[in-house]
Protein backbone atom coordinates (compact mmCIF):
# COMPACT_ATOMS: atom_id res chain seq x y z
CA UNK A 1 0.00 0.00 0.00
CA UNK A 2 1.33 3.90 -0.70
CA UNK A 3 -0.28 6.91 0.12
CA UNK A 4 0.17 9.34 -2.74
CA UNK A 5 -2.51 12.48 -4.26
CA UNK A 6 -4.32 11.88 -7.07
CA UNK A 7 -6.38 14.99 -9.64
CA UNK A 8 -9.43 15.60 -7.21
CA UNK A 9 -12.50 13.64 -8.89
CA UNK A 10 -14.99 16.45 -8.20
CA UNK A 11 -12.82 19.37 -10.04
CA UNK A 12 -10.95 17.58 -11.98
CA UNK A 13 -7.84 19.19 -10.97
CA UNK A 14 -8.89 22.70 -11.76
CA UNK A 15 -9.66 23.60 -7.75
CA UNK A 16 -12.77 25.46 -8.71
CA UNK A 17 -16.41 24.36 -7.43
CA UNK A 18 -17.40 24.54 -11.28
CA UNK A 19 -16.37 25.47 -14.88
CA UNK A 20 -18.21 28.80 -14.25
CA UNK A 21 -16.02 30.20 -10.85
CA UNK A 22 -12.89 29.86 -12.98
CA UNK A 23 -11.79 33.30 -14.29
CA UNK A 24 -9.17 35.27 -16.63
CA UNK A 25 -7.49 37.21 -14.17
CA UNK A 26 -8.03 40.61 -14.57
CA UNK A 27 -4.80 41.91 -13.03
CA UNK A 28 -2.42 40.18 -16.06
CA UNK A 29 -5.30 39.76 -18.57
CA UNK A 30 -5.04 36.09 -18.59
CA UNK A 31 -1.18 36.44 -19.56
CA UNK A 32 0.04 34.95 -16.19
CA UNK A 33 2.90 37.82 -15.74
CA UNK A 34 2.62 41.41 -15.70
CA UNK A 35 4.75 44.29 -16.46
CA UNK A 36 7.07 46.68 -13.86
CA UNK A 37 8.63 49.94 -14.35
CA UNK A 38 11.30 51.11 -11.82
CA UNK A 39 13.24 54.29 -12.06
CA UNK A 40 16.67 53.75 -12.12
CA UNK A 41 17.31 57.31 -11.86
CA UNK A 42 15.11 60.72 -12.77
CA UNK A 43 13.93 60.53 -16.25
CA UNK A 44 14.96 56.80 -16.93
CA UNK A 45 13.31 53.59 -16.17
CA UNK A 46 13.67 49.51 -16.48
CA UNK A 47 10.85 47.65 -17.60
CA UNK A 48 10.91 44.35 -15.92
CA UNK A 49 8.44 40.82 -16.64
CA UNK A 50 7.26 38.83 -13.31
CA UNK A 51 4.81 36.77 -12.34
CA UNK A 52 1.48 37.97 -11.38
CA UNK A 53 0.73 37.64 -8.20
CA UNK A 54 -2.81 37.49 -7.87
CA UNK A 55 -3.16 34.21 -10.39
CA UNK A 56 0.07 33.11 -9.73
CA UNK A 57 0.92 33.08 -13.56
CA UNK A 58 -1.61 30.54 -14.26
CA UNK A 59 -3.30 33.57 -15.80
CA UNK A 60 -6.49 32.12 -14.52
CA UNK A 61 -8.96 32.87 -10.93
CA UNK A 62 -11.05 30.95 -9.12
CA UNK A 63 -13.82 32.10 -7.36
CA UNK A 64 -15.41 29.48 -5.60
CA UNK A 65 -13.05 26.80 -4.45
CA UNK A 66 -13.74 23.31 -4.64
CA UNK A 67 -15.00 22.08 -1.79
CA UNK A 68 -14.34 18.42 -2.24
CA UNK A 69 -10.32 19.40 -2.18
CA UNK A 70 -10.37 23.06 -0.73
CA UNK A 71 -9.20 24.38 -4.01
CA UNK A 72 -6.01 22.13 -3.58
CA UNK A 73 -6.39 20.30 -7.05
CA UNK A 74 -5.35 17.24 -5.27
CA UNK A 75 -6.44 15.02 -2.27
CA UNK A 76 -4.76 12.19 -0.54
CA UNK A 77 -5.29 8.49 -1.87
CA UNK A 78 -4.27 5.37 -0.62
CA UNK A 79 -3.20 2.58 -3.76
CA UNK A 80 -2.50 -0.71 -3.19
CA UNK A 81 0.13 -2.46 -5.99
CA UNK A 82 0.74 -6.36 -6.57
CA UNK A 83 4.42 -7.13 -6.30
CA UNK A 84 4.81 -10.44 -7.46
CA UNK A 85 8.36 -12.11 -6.28
CA UNK A 86 9.19 -14.52 -8.41
CA UNK A 87 12.14 -17.32 -6.95
CA UNK A 88 15.52 -16.18 -6.61
CA UNK A 89 14.77 -12.34 -7.39
CA UNK A 90 18.27 -10.93 -6.73
CA UNK A 91 18.63 -8.28 -3.56
CA UNK A 92 17.63 -4.75 -4.97
CA UNK A 93 15.46 -5.27 -7.70
CA UNK A 94 13.79 -3.02 -9.10
CA UNK A 95 9.96 -3.26 -9.96
CA UNK A 96 8.74 -0.44 -12.13
CA UNK A 97 4.72 0.71 -11.82
CA UNK A 98 4.68 3.52 -14.38
CA UNK A 99 2.67 6.86 -13.83
CA UNK A 100 1.54 5.73 -10.66
CA UNK A 101 3.37 8.66 -8.58
CA UNK A 102 1.65 11.73 -7.23
CA UNK A 103 -0.26 13.55 -9.67
CA UNK A 104 -0.69 17.25 -10.16
CA UNK A 105 -2.52 19.26 -13.12
CA UNK A 106 1.13 21.16 -13.04
CA UNK A 107 3.20 17.59 -14.15
CA UNK A 108 3.09 14.44 -15.76
CA UNK A 109 2.59 11.73 -12.70
CA UNK A 110 6.06 10.11 -12.30
CA UNK A 111 6.72 5.93 -11.48
CA UNK A 112 6.58 4.08 -8.27
CA UNK A 113 9.61 2.08 -7.96
CA UNK A 114 9.40 -1.27 -5.54
CA UNK A 115 12.72 -2.44 -4.28
CA UNK A 116 13.12 -5.88 -3.30
CA UNK A 117 15.01 -6.19 -0.02
CA UNK A 118 15.47 -9.77 1.78
CA UNK A 119 14.43 -10.07 5.01
CA UNK A 120 16.65 -10.62 8.10
CA UNK A 121 15.52 -14.37 8.95
CA UNK A 122 15.57 -15.05 12.87
CA UNK A 123 17.19 -18.61 12.32
CA UNK A 124 20.83 -16.91 11.22
CA UNK A 125 20.36 -17.85 7.13
CA UNK A 126 22.47 -15.53 4.96
CA UNK A 127 22.28 -15.03 1.35
CA UNK A 128 24.82 -13.63 -0.92
CA UNK A 129 23.71 -13.38 -4.53
CA UNK A 130 22.73 -17.11 -5.02
CA UNK A 131 24.48 -18.66 -2.34
CA UNK A 132 23.37 -19.34 0.97
CA UNK A 133 25.13 -19.64 4.00
CA UNK A 134 24.61 -21.21 7.44
CA UNK A 135 26.17 -21.75 11.20
CA UNK A 136 25.65 -25.39 12.49
CA UNK A 137 27.05 -26.12 15.94
CA UNK A 138 28.49 -29.48 16.92
CA UNK A 139 29.37 -31.32 20.13
CA UNK A 140 33.35 -32.48 20.49
CA UNK A 141 32.36 -36.01 20.08
CA UNK A 142 30.50 -35.43 16.53
CA UNK A 143 33.72 -33.10 15.79
CA UNK A 144 36.05 -36.15 16.29
CA UNK A 145 33.64 -39.01 14.75
CA UNK A 146 31.32 -37.77 12.18
CA UNK A 147 27.67 -36.85 12.22
CA UNK A 148 24.58 -37.45 10.41
CA UNK A 149 21.76 -34.65 11.02
CA UNK A 150 19.08 -32.87 9.08
CA UNK A 151 18.94 -29.19 8.40
CA UNK A 152 15.54 -28.06 7.44
CA UNK A 153 16.22 -25.38 4.83
CA UNK A 154 13.86 -22.12 3.44
CA UNK A 155 11.10 -24.05 2.18
CA UNK A 156 10.54 -26.47 4.58
CA UNK A 157 12.45 -29.33 2.47
CA UNK A 158 15.23 -31.07 4.38
CA UNK A 159 19.37 -31.11 3.74
CA UNK A 160 21.04 -34.09 4.91
CA UNK A 161 24.50 -32.82 6.89
CA UNK A 162 26.98 -36.02 6.55
CA UNK A 163 30.64 -35.98 7.92
CA UNK A 164 33.36 -38.62 8.52
CA UNK A 165 36.06 -38.23 10.68
CA UNK A 166 37.04 -35.12 12.23
CA UNK A 167 35.63 -31.94 11.86
CA UNK A 168 38.05 -28.76 12.65
CA UNK A 169 35.99 -25.94 14.35
CA UNK A 170 35.18 -23.39 11.60
CA UNK A 171 35.37 -26.13 8.66
CA UNK A 172 33.11 -25.01 5.84
CA UNK A 173 30.97 -27.62 4.03
CA UNK A 174 29.95 -27.06 0.67
CA UNK A 175 26.53 -28.69 -0.33
CA UNK A 176 26.08 -28.04 -4.31
CA UNK A 177 22.75 -27.02 -5.57
CA UNK A 178 21.13 -26.09 -2.23
CA UNK A 179 21.44 -22.03 -2.13
CA UNK A 180 19.04 -19.61 -3.37
CA UNK A 181 16.93 -20.17 -7.18
CA UNK A 182 18.61 -18.49 -10.17
CA UNK A 183 16.40 -16.03 -11.42
CA UNK A 184 15.15 -17.20 -15.07
CA UNK A 185 16.82 -20.36 -15.01
CA UNK A 186 15.89 -23.80 -13.49
CA UNK A 187 19.47 -24.08 -11.21
CA UNK A 188 20.23 -23.08 -7.51
CA UNK A 189 23.68 -21.77 -6.18
CA UNK A 190 25.30 -23.81 -3.45
CA UNK A 191 24.91 -23.49 0.57
CA UNK A 192 28.13 -23.43 2.60
CA UNK A 193 27.38 -24.22 5.99
CA UNK A 194 30.29 -23.05 8.73
CA UNK A 195 31.02 -25.73 12.06
CA UNK A 196 31.33 -24.27 15.24
CA UNK A 197 32.39 -27.12 17.97
CA UNK A 198 31.21 -26.57 21.32
CA UNK A 199 33.09 -27.75 24.04
CA UNK A 200 31.45 -29.26 27.06
CA UNK A 201 31.75 -26.66 30.33
CA UNK A 202 33.24 -29.51 32.60
CA UNK A 203 33.57 -33.29 32.48
CA UNK A 204 33.15 -36.39 34.76
CA UNK A 205 36.18 -37.82 36.32
CA UNK A 206 34.94 -41.40 34.72
CA UNK A 207 35.14 -39.69 31.34
CA UNK A 208 38.29 -37.66 31.84
CA UNK A 209 39.53 -41.10 32.90
CA UNK A 210 38.58 -42.70 29.24
CA UNK A 211 39.81 -39.65 27.25
CA UNK A 212 43.30 -39.72 28.54
CA UNK A 213 43.65 -43.56 28.10
CA UNK A 214 42.66 -42.84 24.54
CA UNK A 215 44.49 -40.10 23.86
CA UNK A 216 47.85 -41.73 26.17
CA UNK A 217 47.11 -44.88 23.64
CA UNK A 218 46.91 -42.60 20.48
CA UNK A 219 50.28 -40.90 21.48
CA UNK A 220 52.00 -44.19 22.79
CA UNK A 221 51.16 -45.39 19.21
CA UNK A 222 52.47 -42.24 17.15
CA UNK A 223 55.72 -43.21 19.27
CA UNK A 224 56.03 -46.53 17.47
CA UNK A 225 56.06 -44.85 14.04
Given at each position: ??????L??????????????????????????????????????A???????????????????????????V??????????????????????F????????D????????R????????????????????????V???????D??L???????V??????V?????????P?E??P?????????????????????????T???????????G???D?L
Open positions: MLNKRICDHCRGSGAASDGDIHTCTTCNGAGVRLVKQQIFPGMYQSQVTCNDCNGRGKTIKKQCPHCGGQKIDHTAQYTLEVTPGMPEGHEVVEGEADESPWEAGDVVLVRSRKDKGGWRRKESSLYWKETIGDEALLGFRNTHLDGHTRLLRKGTQPGFVQTIGGMIMDHSTHGDLFVEYNVVLPVEISPQRRKLAEAFQASTGHE
